[in-house]
């Protein structure tokens, strides 16, 4: 059995087989998730697990080069925007609509039970040397 990091089998199979650029996807329980993208979904019940408590978890594991992110979590949700910034160097942000055009391209999308508007992150793998 595992004992450090994630535990969820899904992830770290995902996250083991990321490559450089590759897209991670942290979502709150709203975002639509396309066709043919692996989801691994995580909600419990409304607001578990949230979402920054599960971005936690990935950051420890992952390398993360940048993030996107939505414009409108700037004006409609500051706690995540302002978690976001503090954190990463590099943040990209896109329209909602292009947002969710990106996400069709992500390796694997991590439905968490947030309930907060546009908590929602593209996480790019980074590479370890």
Not at 1 to 19: C, E, R, W
Not at 56 to 61: L, S
Not at 96 to 110: G, P, Q, S, W
Request: hydrophobic share 45%; aromatic share 6%.
């Amino acid at each position: 059995m595992k004992k450090l990091g994630i535990l969820n089998s899904h992830l770290t199979k995902v996250f083991a087989d990321l490559g450089h650029t590759d897209k991670v996807v942290i979502a709150d329980c709203g975002l639509p998730i396309p066709n043919g993208v692996e989801r691994v979904d995580l909600s419990l019940r409304l607001g578990e697990p949230s979402f920054l408590d599960v971005l936690h978890a990935v950051e420890a594991d992952v390398v993360i080069e940048q993030i996107t992110v939505t414009e409108e979590v700037f004006t409609e949700n500051e706690t995540i925007a302002k978690a976001l910034t503090e954190r990463f160097d590099t943040v990209k942000t896109c329209s909602h609509e292009d947002f969710k055009r990106e996400v069709a391209t992500a390796k694997v999308v991590i439905r968490t039970g947030e309930a907060t508007p546009y908590a929602n992150v593209i996480l790019h793998a980074g590479v370890i040397f």
